[in-house]
T-cell receptor
């Protein structure tokens, strides 16, 4: 019963470095999402994927790219990290009209 | 702009009391409503969803929806210290699986 698995759990990057956050779900859900959570700002949608092969921008997509590799996996890439991208990142998946199941999160610090 | 508003709190109640958490949303096109609980340092977990006007009960939790007033609430009866967490209201608009989250209300239940 893994649900949604995110890696890594913690990461420190220097400004300008790149990295990819990995997410995989084993619930056969079609839809997957990347959110960031900042103090006082709540959860904000970065990108989502309604099905394998499709992705779309959310509320705060600038500075990020995504890949829906297959039905299970949805990755988030930071090409050139900035201090403003310091945040907690959550991946989630869902069935149509159902609630989301979240991963355990990645705590990213950009120095 | 689709917005979900919650009182940030903190809301403090004594053990055994009823905790009342409120949420308003901006768009009448909203179809589905969710309550998530998030313990400090953890990921959000779904506790209730409601689609129709009225009340929906699940154990000690009751979700209430009034679409005319664009208002959704969560009541927690017989509050326990283990209910101490941040509660996130989320709204799904028609034609989309994307959730827009409120900023959350921090609840503290005092023994």
């Amino acid at each position: 019963n893994a649900g949604v698995t995110q890696t890594p759990k913690f990461q420190v990057l220097k400004t300008g470095q790149s990295m990819t956050l990995q997410c995989a779900q084993d619930m056969n859900h079609n839809s997957m999402y990347w959110y960031r959570q900042d103090p006082g700002m709540g959860l904000r949608l970065i990108y989502y994927s309604a099905s394998e092969g499709t992705t779309d921008k959310g509320e705060v997509p600038n500075g990020y790219n995504v890949s829906r590799l297959n039905k299970r996996e949805f990755s988030l890439r930071l090409e050139s990290a900035a201090p403003s991208q310091t945040s907690v990142y959550f991946c989630a998946s869902s069935e149509l009209a159902g609630g989301y199941t979240f991963g355990s999160g990645t705590r990213l610090t950009v120095v | 702009q689709k917005e979900v508003e919650q009182n940030s709190g903190p809301l403090s109640v004594p053990e055994g009391a009823i905790a009342s958490l409120n949420c308003t949303y901006s768009d009448r096109g909203s179809q589905s409503f969710f309550w998530y609980r998030q313990y400090s340092g953890k990921s959000p977990e779904l506790i209730m969803f409601i689609y129709s006007n009225g009340d929906k009960e699940d154990g000690r939790f009751t979700a209430q929806l009034n679409k005319a007033s664009q208002y959704v609430s969560l009541l927690i009866r017989d509050s326990q210290p283990s209910d101490s967490a941040t509660y996130l209201c989320a709204v799904m608009w028609g034609g989309s699986e994307k959730l827009v989250f409120g900023k959350g209300t921090k609840l503290t239940v005092n023994p």
